[in-house]
């Protein structure tokens, strides 16, 4: 049973419209499917604007959805308000991307990650909190000793491992990564994500983990969904997408991570030209990159895509999980013209 299931999500935000003018809609979130399983990391990867973050904030409840469904412990999130949504909010806790601006400056470590223990644990004293905390910190890497300083008398790591310890305080069931380590050195990235590996075993974590760093996403994920201008384009067990991209966003995404060997950089421009040889060669002609709007239909990846035909532009982007050559059966596409599984 799936610990966090979310159907067909919609969010649109409006610009535009001062003195008269006209308003432009902008579908940051479109029919977005999703479950998560306790213990299960599934990230979502894509590029900036994708809709990735807008997602996260939407089954946070920090954003109100336009339409769709959030079930989190056999509970739709989007009919709670008030007390009801304040009570749910124990069981899923958010980890933002910058450290240094998540954690309130003018209050002492001790106050920062206990404060949620104030709303979800009101019967507990001030000592008692204070007990709680320490056992929260030392789990997360750090001493005791620390709880009475404030955050800008630590590095970025510190402060990341501070605001998982804020998250975890509370025993939730959920946890939202929100990009947790991509403001921080390479060294340091490595070190956070091995603390969360860890806590997600202590702790029978479900994670919800969202990047647009490749690398970061197959070391900590089980599954990945990958975006695209507010779609989900591709979906799957994460070592069948790496090693079977369907989607050419998702193998454009894969052949734009830095590679450190050469030999690695010449295997992978050759398996991509592969790939494109063995699709149909009977591919109409670029089609024309024109802005779009709201009235827009078919496959938004097609102004890019290298093999989009007239047929695209009257697509409607859905996952199709009959696509054959996956090794998992659980992968599942959204594209007329899916790329031949190449072992990458």
Same mark, same amino acid.
């Given at each position: 049973?799936?610990?966090?299931?979310?159907?067909?999500?919609?969010?649109?935000?409006?610009? =535009?419209?001062?003195?008269?003018?006209?308003?432009?809609?902008?579908?940051?979130? %479109?029919?977005?499917?999703?479950?998560?399983?306790?213990?299960?990391?599934?990230?979502?990867?894509?590029?900036?604007?994708?809709?990735?973050?807008?997602?996260?904030?939407?089954?946070?409840?920090?954003?109100?959805? &336009?339409?769709?469904?959030?079930?989190?412990?056999?509970? &739709?999130?989007?009919?709670?308000?008030?007390?009801?949504?304040?009570?749910?909010?124990?069981?899923?806790?958010?980890?933002?991307?910058?450290?240094?601006?998540?954690?309130?400056?003018?209050?002492?470590?001790?106050?920062?990650?206990?404060? =949620?223990?104030?709303?979800?644990?009101?019967?507990?004293?001030?000592?008692?909190?204070?007990?709680?905390?320490?056992?929260?910190?030392?789990?997360?890497?750090?001493?005791?000793?620390?709880?009475?300083?404030?955050?800008?008398?630590?590095? =970025?790591?510190?402060?990341?491992?501070?605001?998982? @310890?804020?998250?975890?305080?509370?025993?939730? &069931?959920?946890?939202?990564?929100?990009?947790?380590?991509?403001?921080?050195?390479?060294?340091?990235?490595?070190?956070?994500? %091995?603390?969360?590996?860890?806590?997600?075993?202590?702790?029978?974590?479900?994670?919800?983990?969202?990047?647009?760093?490749?690398?970061?996403?197959?070391?900590? #994920?089980?599954?990945?969904?990958?975006?695209?201008?507010?779609?989900?384009?591709?979906? =799957? %067990?994460?070592?069948?997408?790496?090693?079977?991209?369907?989607?050419?966003?998702?193998?454009?995404?894969?052949?734009?991570?830095?590679?450190?060997?050469? #030999?690695?950089?010449?295997?992978?421009?050759?398996?991509?030209? #592969?790939?494109?040889?063995?699709?149909?060669? &009977?591919?109409?002609?670029?089609?024309?990159?024109?802005?779009?709007?709201?009235?827009?239909?078919?496959?938004?990846?097609?102004?890019?895509?290298?093999?989009?035909?007239?047929?695209?532009?009257?697509?409607?982007?859905?996952?199709?999980?009959?696509?054959? #050559?996956?090794?998992? %059966?659980?992968?599942?596409? @959204?594209?007329?013209?899916?790329?031949?599984?190449?072992?990458?």
């Amino acid at each position: 049973m799936s610990l966090l299931k979310v159907e067909l999500l919609n969010k649109t935000f409006s610009s =535009g419209g001062i003195w008269g003018g006209s308003r432009k809609l902008t579908h940051a979130v %479109n029919n977005v499917s999703f479950s998560v399983a306790r213990g299960e990391t599934l990230a979502i990867v894509g590029e900036s604007g994708s809709g990735k973050s807008t997602t996260a904030r939407i089954v946070m409840r920090l954003l109100d959805a &336009d339409s769709g469904s959030i079930t989190l412990l056999g509970e &739709d999130m989007i009919q709670l308000k008030g007390a009801a949504l304040r009570g749910k909010r124990k069981h899923m806790q958010m980890v933002f991307q910058d450290p240094f601006a998540s954690l309130n400056p003018r209050m002492r470590i001790v106050d920062s990650v206990g404060e =949620g223990l104030r709303v979800h644990a009101a019967d507990l004293n001030r000592q008692q909190r204070r007990q709680r905390v320490a056992e929260i910190l030392q789990q997360c890497g750090m001493d005791d000793s620390i709880m009475d300083r404030y955050p800008h008398q630590f590095s =970025g790591g510190q402060r990341q491992r501070i605001g998982i @310890a804020r998250a975890l305080v509370v025993s939730p &069931d959920l946890l939202v990564l929100d990009e947790p380590v991509s403001a921080l050195d390479v060294s340091v990235q490595a070190q956070i994500l %091995n603390l969360l590996k860890g806590l997600q075993s202590k702790h029978d974590l479900a994670y919800l983990f969202i990047s647009h760093d490749l690398s970061v996403v197959r070391h900590v #994920a089980d599954r990945v969904a990958v975006m695209f201008a507010g779609y989900i384009v591709e979906q =799957g %067990n994460v070592e069948d997408v790496y090693a079977h991209p369907r989607h050419p966003y998702t193998r454009a995404l894969l052949d734009a991570r830095p590679v450190v060997h050469p #030999a690695e950089r010449r295997r992978n421009k050759d398996e991509s030209a #592969a790939t494109l040889e063995a699709v149909d060669t &009977d591919i109409a002609p670029a089609i024309e990159d024109t802005d779009t709007d709201e009235s827009d239909t078919g496959c938004p990846y097609r102004y890019r895509c290298a093999q989009a035909q007239a047929s695209c532009a009257d697509y409607q982007v859905q996952l199709d999980q009959r696509q054959p #050559a996956a090794a998992d %059966n659980n992968h599942a596409v @959204a594209c007329l013209f899916p790329l031949a599984a190449t072992k990458k």
